[in-house]
Structures are given as C-alpha cells and as structure tokens.
C-alpha cells in the first residue's frame, strides 16, 4: 500500500516537473518550430469546423514529419490511416506509441500508415525527438503545423482516429488504446 502511494506521488511529481520544463522550454521556443491547439486556433483564415465523428470524411491535411517527409491526408486513399494525438512531454502516450510501433511493423505491408501529431503548446522537435527516444517508438512524428488539431477537434491526449482507404473515419477514441483493440479495429476494416 505505501509502496503504491509512493509510486503514484513520484509519477505525479514526475509529471509535474515535465510540465514546468515543458513550460519554460515552450516559452523559448520559436513559434514557428512549435505550433499549438491555441496558436492555430488564433488563426484568421480558419472556419469552424464540421463535427468529426465516425462516418465522418477525413478533414486533409499536411505535415512535415520529423524525418523531413511529408504526409498529406488526400494522398492516402486506398490507405487505412492511423492518426495519433499526442504530445512530446506526454509519459502516458508512450504506451501508445509503442503499440502503433508494433502495428507500423505487423501491418505496413495491408496499407496502413499511421502519424503521431503533437499537437499542445510548447510541443517541439526536441521534444517529439526525446519521446521517441526514450519511449522506443518509431512511427512517424509531426508538430501540428496545419491546424490538425481543429480540424480533428483534438483537445484531449491519446485521441485516436482510424481513417479506411475510402477516406472516412471508422474509428475514434479518446483514451490510451492497447495494440489488442488495435488489431481488432483493424481486421474489420482490412
């Protein structure tokens, strides 16, 4: 029981001082290199959007991943789409991270790409560097740039979104997804 109490205020703490750092580095940063859910949505040119809901078309869009490649939305008909939204100095995504690296490798070869978007204020290169890094995660990473997080109204950490090749959205969540529940959503669709 101490143990536990012990375990739960370490990781608080832990994540605590994540935030502080994440804060005062975010601060620094150039705006250009880290875009925000709030930066974006301070746009001028930028419409409300649609509900994005299961059934929904896929709102494009278009990143620069970490690895300097570019993904377009619209490019991927005919690809089943896993889009991931998280953030650089998130310890619970890692989970995550690694079950969509562990689906990258299984299911690359049916069609399936997936993209981790970070998409909070203060996110940056470092910091998606670090997480998969740390997390030994090898997905595809991109700072929000092209207001994905409006577009996919994205206000919480771990929302998933499953994209079939048609282009519609056939799957969303907004919790920590295990590689199990993955699979299972995936062979429907495949």
Request: proline share 2%; aromatic share 8%; net charge neutral.
């Amino acid at each position: 029981m101490k143990v536990n109490k012990l375990l739960i205020g370490g990781l608080i703490i832990g994540i605590g001082a994540i935030m502080f750092l994440n804060a005062k580095i975010g601060s620094k940063t150039d705006t250009k290199q880290a875009t925000s859910f709030t930066n974006s949505a301070n746009t001028n040119n930028i419409v409300a959007p649609k509900a994005v809901s299961t059934g929904s078309i896929a709102p494009d869009f278009t990143l620069t991943t970490l690895d300097k490649e570019s993904f377009r939305m619209s490019d991927k008909k005919g690809k089943t789409v896993i889009l991931f939204g998280m953030a650089g100095w998130c310890a619970t995504c890692i989970p995550e991270g690694r079950a969509l690296t562990a689906l990258k490798r299984e299911y690359a070869d049916k069609g399936v790409e997936i993209i981790g978007v970070a998409f909070t204020q203060g996110d940056n290169d470092d910091f998606l560097k670090e997480y998969k890094k740390i997390g030994g995660i090898d997905i595809p990473l991109a700072l929000d740039t092209d207001n994905v997080a409006q577009k996919y109204n994205l206000t919480r950490l771990e929302t998933t979104y499953i994209i079939n090749k048609e282009g519609k959205i056939v799957y969303k969540d907004e919790q920590s997804t295990d590689e199990k529940t993955y699979k299972e959503e995936l062979d429907k669709i495949l």
